[in-house]
Structure formats: structure tokens, C-alpha cells
């Protein structure tokens, strides 16, 4: 558990800032019907966010949630994906309540503000901004931009270093076992919001420092840190 004060904040985006599941999934199944498959529904898509896209094309063309090597029709698929989420990645996200509030209060409050993701830049950027909130950011790192994904420490190592704060006064938000397991490595603190994608009966069985209802309650929260 974090005894003091956080100089960055880490978000994750899909599931912990934004409700994606619904493009995710428009987009998934749109490209299943372009190649005569079974569409599999929101839900089923849910279970499948938080790898990547890559993954997430993989997981469609196979049914499976670690699939091996490339299943047949990937490189049409993921063309497809690519064109069809690139034209919808906005149409019915929005940002999940007190998100708002909560990044505007702790911009005003001096920490910094970053967003690391494992999704592709060119949805994040466009998807954070349409949704008002690249603004609050003072570094938005992208899937395609870090030679290693989350669940692997790199992308909190680097966006640590980036700004020189030590991993020790960094820590992430964010709503899955990815997220925990990239800020245990990296030595950042770790707290988990109950809404997201994690796929668990409780949240709780992340093992995170903190469960949080709403990113609104996170400023008081962490003024509270500076008291112990």
C-alpha cells in the first residue's frame, strides 16, 4: 500500500477511463460478418479486451482466449478491424461516471496525469480527445508505442522514467489482473475500479492496494496520503 503522496498517476483507458465495449464490439462483429462468421456479442467481446488488438482479432477468429500462433483469415481480419473500429471507435464510448471530475481535479492539483493503454494510437488519441478529457494528459502511451504490453512492467517503467519519478511515487488505476500484475513489476501502487472488464465475480480478487468506486473519489483519497 502507498504511504505517501503519488507524483504520476497512470490510468488505464479501456474499462478503467472509458466504456469501449460497445465500439469494441460493433466493430468485432462487423468484421465477423465481412468473413461469414457468427457475430459473439458484446458481452463475449468484453472478456476479450485489455491484450491488444492483435489479441483481440485473434481471440474473434478463434473463440479462444490465449490462441497459438495465427489463425487462418488474421491478416484480412485485422485489415478489417482496423478500417471498420477506425470509423467507429467514438460512436458510442463515453467515459464512465466521475471520470471528468476526477481528472480535472487532480490536473488542478499538480500530479501527473498519464494514460497507458495496450490499445492501438490510432483509436486512443482520437477517442480521448473526442471524449474531452486528452487535455487533462500529460502523456498518452499507445499499445504501438512501447516494444512490450501490459501485463509487462515496460510501458510504466518508461513512462516513470519519462517524467524522472521514481516507481515508488507512481502509481496505476486501472481494472484488470493486467493492470495489476504490470504495477506490482514495476513497483508502482495499484488501485482497482469495480466497473471494468476483469471478468472476475468480485473484484476484490485482484489483490489490489484499493478499490475504488468512482476516479472522483481518487483526489480526496490521495490528499488523505500526505496525513500519514
Same mark, same amino acid.
Given at each position: ?23 469494441? #464490439?460493433? @466493430? ?31 481471440? #474473434? ?108 511515487? #507512481? ?11 504490470? @504495477?506490482?513489476? #514495476? ?42
Amino acid at each position: 500500500m502507498m504511504a505517501m503522496r503519488p507524483e504520476l498517476i497512470a490510468f488505464d483507458l479501456d474499462g478503467t477511463l472509458v466504456d469501449s465495449a460497445p465500439d469494441i #464490439a460493433y @466493430a468485432i462483429d462487423t468484421m465477423l460478418g465481412h468473413l461469414d462468421r457468427t457475430p459473439v456479442g458484446e458481452e463475449r467481446v468484453k472478456s476479450w479486451i485489455g491484450n491488444g488488438v492483435t489479441m483481440m482479432v485473434k481471440r #474473434a477468429l478463434t473463440g479462444e482466449l490465449w490462441p497459438t500462433g495465427t489463425p487462418l483469415l488474421y491478416e484480412k481480419a485485422f485489415a478489417v478491424f482496423m478500417e471498420i473500429y477506425g470509423a467507429n471507435s467514438c460512436e458510442r464510448s463515453h467515459l464512465f461516471p466521475g471520470v471528468m471530475e476526477g481528472l480535472r481535479q487532480l490536473k488542478s492539483e499538480g500530479y501527473i496525469v498519464t494514460c497507458i493503454t495496450n490499445k492501438h494510437s490510432n483509436f486512443t488519441r482520437p477517442l480521448l480527445e473526442h471524449l474531452a478529457v486528452a487535455e487533462y494528459m500529460d502523456f498518452i502511451g499507445c499499445g504501438d508505442q512501447f516494444e512490450r504490453l501490459k501485463p509487462d512492467p515496460f510501458p510504466l517503467l518508461k513512462t516513470a522514467e519519462r517524467f524522472n519519478v521514481q516507481p515508488s511515487r #507512481a502509481i496505476m488505476i486501472g481494472d484488470s489482473a493486467n493492470d495489476v500484475e504490470a @504495477a506490482r513489476a #514495476a513497483g508502482f501502487g495499484i488501485y482497482c475500479v469495480p466497473y471494468g472488464y476483469h471478468n472476475l465475480a468480485c473484484v476484490e480478487d485482484l489483490h489490489a492496494d484499493r478499490v475504488i468506486d468512482s476516479i472522483a473519489e481518487l483526489p480526496a483519497l490521495l490528499s488523505g496520503l500526505l496525513d500519514r
